[in-house]
């Protein structure tokens, strides 16, 4: 093995060693041994040490007991009986003849940042004992590795080992009560993701522990259904929240509506349902009413369902009538917010909501439909030192702009138009109010995008850092000069 590099991450095998107990041979004494003893000893093994001199955190771990000092050298008669040898820092001699007697004996060697000459590698670890998730990338890219393993440890929160150890000592009652897979299944997803999850993750192992016997004890156990609603955000999937992504990963069904990204269904499990609630032109979709028989049949059927939407659910997404709804029928559920529009748009656009001296406010105005756009109050939103945040505007600029202008807000005040905010299609177009209808029709400008009105609109000719479609208003003044000369 040691003669020719690895040719493939694939020739490595995962395996977990039980060390409790056993002998590991380690050769060093500086600072990297003294991690790899400290890890060995986390796992119950006896250290034999070889060093010259001693690292003083070694020195204190040092009892006889745990941890044998050798000395400098080694005998051949005191190699034997390991179930490991991992070589911190040697001379090349000692290194190779420690190898060699690693090979012939059949005990796997490490050698610390040296893959070609290891039969063995330690992988990046995440530790929720019993629970251990260990990463490699075949000696290849360790500090990939370990970026993973920083990204799995913000998933896992520490409580998943307690959860972990609950589910294994009731292991064999659950197996025996719910032979059948797909019902066993079920029975641990609502274990490793429901009440009993959010138990132990508030410290109260013991309602955990109570709440699982509980259910196991009942003959009728279907699994309590429950509906997640879910903010998707804008669109670019790492502004998901956390929890956003592990309900979707637990979820068996995904009633989802269009502005949700594609990519965000991906991280659905492969055989999760999906019903697209949509409202599409020119069909009548599915209806507020349809999308809550919806939820209704499949949180009674015991499905941990999510309801996904756009942005924030509590951001024009009728969260709330949707949550009446499950209140009504006593469907349990929860919210989990999402990156609205509004603030993703904004941030993506490099344009701040408020600033100091241009907006002290911001508002979150919707331009749906002739009725409601109608009732606005035009002269408070044509307010200075506001910013407006328009959702669903697009057919309606000519109105607001009208509106705007004919109640009192200063023809020149900036504007910003964000077309599919987040996404790698993003286009930002700024101009100034008088001109909002016609710097739309000017980039066609189409629907999902956010209008923002106030001083802080133009700063996304500065600020702006994603993407590079910035499309401009009409620059009058430069352009009576060019007609001029
Ligand atoms: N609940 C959603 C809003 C739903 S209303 C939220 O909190 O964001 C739908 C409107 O949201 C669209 O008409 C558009 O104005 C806005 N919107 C949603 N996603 C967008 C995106 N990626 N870029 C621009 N506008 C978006």
């Given amino acids: ?73 080694i005998a051949n008669d005191d190699l034997g009986g390991h179930a490991l040898i991992v070589i911190a820092s040697a001379d090349a001699f000692t290194r190779d003849r420690i190898r060699a007697w690693g090979e012939k004996q059949g005990v796997p060697v490490n050698v610390v940042d040296r893959l070609a000459e290891s039969s ?30 920083s990204r799995i440890e913000k998933l896992l929160p520490p409580s998943i080992g307690h959860l972990a150890s609950i589910a294994g000592s009731l292991a064999g009652r659950i197996r025996s009560r719910f032979p059948e897979l797909a019902r066993r299944r079920r029975f641990l997803d609502w274990v490793f993701n429901g009440l009993p999850a959010d138990e132990v993750a508030a410290g109260r192992e013991d309602h955990s522990r109570a709440l699982i016997t509980r259910a196991l004890e009942k003959d009728d156990w279907s699994g309590p259904g429950h509906v997640s609603l879910v903010g998707a955000g804008p669109g670019e999937p790492e502004l998901l929240t956390l929890r956003a992504l592990s309900r979707i990963q637990a979820a068996d069904v995904i009633v989802h509506d269009g502005l ?23 069909e009548n979709g599915v209806g507020q009413d349809g999308i809550h028989g919806v939820l209704l049949e499949h949180a009674r059927a015991g499905a941990r369902v999510v309801r996904l939407k756009g942005g924030d659910p509590m951001v024009f997404g ?49 331009a749906h439909c002739e009725r409601s756009i109608d009732r606005l109050d035009w002269a408070a939103l044509a307010a200075d030192y506001q910013t407006l945040a328009f959702y669903m505007s697009v057919g309606q600029l000519a109105h607001i702009e009208h509106q705007l202008i004919a109640h009192g807000r200063s023809p020149d005040t900036p504007v910003a138009l964000v077309e599919n905010g987040t996404r790698p299609d993003q286009r930002v177009a700024v101009g100034e109010l008088r001109e909002l209808a016609a710097l739309a029709r000017e980039h066609a400008i189409s629907s999902p995008a956010m209008l923002f009105v106030g001083e802080v609109a133009a700063l996304a000719r500065e600020l702006g850092w994603y993407g590079d479609a910035l499309l401009k208003g009409r620059e009058r003044i430069p352009q009576a000069v060019a007609a001029t000369g």
């Fill in 260 to 282: 949700v990204d594609a990519r965000i269904l991906d991280y659905a499990r492969r055989d999760a349902e999906f019903v697209d609630v949509a409202k599409r032109p020119g």
């Fill in 120 to 149: 063995a590698i330690v992988p990046a670890v995440v530790d929720r004992s019993p629970l251990i998730i260990a990463i490699g990338s075949g000696g290849q890219a360790p500090e990939l590795a370990r970026m993973i393993r």
């Fill in 1 to 73: 093995m040691s003669e020719h590099s690895h040719p493939s991450a694939s020739s490595w095998f995962p395996v977990f060693l039980d060390l409790e107990g056993r002998r590991v041979l380690v050769i060093g004494g500086d600072e990297v041994a003294l991690r790899k003893i400290r890890r060995l000893h986390s796992a119950a093994a006896i250290v034999d040490l070889v060093a010259e001199t001693l690292h003083p955190g070694i020195a204190e771990l040092h009892d006889g007991e745990r941890l044998h000092w050798l000395g400098a050298s």
């Fill in 318 to 366: 009728r969260g709330g009538e949707e949550l009446a709804f499950l209140r009504a029928n006593s469907i349990a559920y929860e919210v989990v917010p999402g990156v609205t529009a509004a603030s993703a748009c904004a941030a993506y656009a490099g344009l701040p909501l408020t600033q100091r001296g241009m907006a002290q406010s911001v508002r979150l105005v919707t």
